[in-house]
């Protein structure tokens, strides 16, 4: 439609003198500048962090001194939003290394604070059988809260926000009861 409009708009300078159609030429309408369009930029959400098998030595404290990393552990993370209801419940797995890295797929934030306050990480299992009784190491039976490091991962159109939660441990079944102190 617009270059129906500027033909007719041309069509009659085509008889003019050159020198007289350079002088009309700015008179010409310009086609307006389109605004650029904004890509809204979202944040995801993610969690990271370990699951170790704690040494017998260190059982029943919160310290994770000579523990080991557990391949193939599970975790859960659960976040629970009042203001709409939203739930949002999801496992991970852990890597040879006892770390987890979880990216939160469809949970999108506009403020940092709302995944500290709604979600937690729990211990779910742990493959060793020599190594899988569930701890309250850092609240990973109860629910190891979320922390903020300003971590952040961003590229085109795209930034992740990055938590941290644990360690988490799990302890051996087998561990000899420590001797009281007297």
């Known amino acids: 439609m617009a270059s129906i409009q500027l033909t007719a708009l041309i069509i009659p300078f085509l008889f003019l003198s050159l020198s007289t159609a350079e002088e009309l030429l700015p008179l ?6 389109q605004p650029s369009k904004q890509v809204e930029k979202f944040k995801d959400v993610v969690v990271e962090g370990l699951v170790l098998c704690q ?15 557990i391949e193939a552990a599970t975790v859960r993370v659960i976040c629970k939003f009042r203001r709409n209801g939203f739930v949002y419940d999801k496992t991970f797995e852990t890597d040879k290394n006892g770390y987890f890295y979880g990216e939160l797929k469809d949970l999108k934030i506009s403020s940092l604070e709302q995944p500290l ?8 299992s742990s493959p ?6 569930l701890t309250n190491v850092h609240n990973g039976l109860n629910g190891a809260p979320l922390r903020y490091e300003d971590k952040k991962i961003t590229g085109t159109n795209y930034e992740a926000v990055v938590y941290a939660a644990g360690p988490l441990a799990f302890a051996p079944a087998n561990c000899a009861p420590k001797a009281e102190q007297p």
């Open 28 to 33: 010409l309408p310009l086609p307006l500048p």
């Open 55 to 69: 040494s017998c030595e260190q059982y029943g404290t919160d310290d994770v001194d000579g523990a080991k990393p």
């Open 117 to 124: 306050r709604s979600c937690k990480v729990k211990l779910v």
């Open 128 to 133: 060793l059988s020599t190594c899988n009784l």
